[in-house]
């Protein structure tokens, strides 16, 4: 499993909950369009498969993969890899 950011714009506020929805099942909410997760590469394709169905031309999203140890401030949140998935600490 690697480490990701996710980040989005959505320009109309209906998709924008669905699109909320579905991003924060995948990890932890960093700011209100910001979440950390961690996925393997086919579940990462998956969310971007997922995302582009409900987006229209106007909306971005970014999915983008955190090499080695990122610097973090502000409050730590843990990330704790187990056979069943991703625990949030």
Same mark, same amino acid.
């Given at each position: 499993?690697?480490?990701?950011?996710?980040?989005?714009?959505?320009?109309?506020?209906?998709?924008?909950?669905?699109?909320?929805?579905?991003?924060?099942?995948?990890?932890? #909410? &960093? $700011?209100?369009?910001?979440?950390?997760? !961690?996925?393997?590469?086919?579940? /990462?394709?998956?969310?971007?498969?997922?995302? #582009? &169905? $409900?987006?229209?031309?106007?909306?971005? !999203?970014?999915?983008?993969?955190? /090499?080695?140890?990122?610097?973090?401030?502000?409050?730590?949140?843990?990330?704790?890899?187990?056979?069943?998935?991703?625990?949030?600490?």
């Amino acid at each position: 499993m690697q480490s990701y950011l996710i980040a989005y714009d959505i320009a109309d506020p209906k998709r924008l909950r669905k699109i909320h929805t579905l991003v924060a099942s995948w990890g932890i #909410m &960093q $700011q209100k369009s910001l979440y950390e997760s !961690a996925a393997t590469r086919s579940e /990462l394709v998956d969310w971007a498969r997922m995302l #582009m &169905q $409900q987006m229209q031309e106007e909306d971005r !999203a970014h999915l983008i993969h955190l /090499l080695g140890s990122p610097l973090m401030v502000g409050r730590p949140v843990r990330l704790i890899h187990t056979h069943e998935g991703v625990i949030y600490q």
